[in-house]
């Protein structure tokens, strides 16, 4: 488990996203036709704040702790090479 001390407000950030997502499609499911369009806007905004916003900056926060995380893995491997089986 990587020991990432913002990950409750990242899980919390992931289930706002699908809770927005989930309110778009109730939008569509009740919304007429004509409306289409602009849901589909929304959406575009949505996911293009989501990608620059949250990817560029909350998940390249995790970056340090990740590869910290592949390290130990990488350590833990070599060992398995000379411990007993």
Do not use: C
């Not at 992931?14 to 959406?43: C, G």
């Not at 926060?61 to 833990?76: H, I, P, T």
């Amino acid at each position: 488990m990587i020991d990432f001390p913002f990950y409750d407000s990242h899980k919390r950030e992931h289930e706002e996203l699908i809770e927005k997502l989930s309110q778009i499609i109730d939008e569509l499911k009740m919304s007429q036709e004509s409306s289409y369009n602009t849901v589909a806007r929304h959406t575009a905004v949505l996911l293009r704040e989501w990608l620059v916003d949250h990817v560029l900056h909350s998940d390249l926060r995790m970056k340090v702790f990740v590869d910290a995380l592949r390290d130990q893995g990488r350590d833990m491997k070599a060992l398995s090479s000379i411990l007993p089986e």
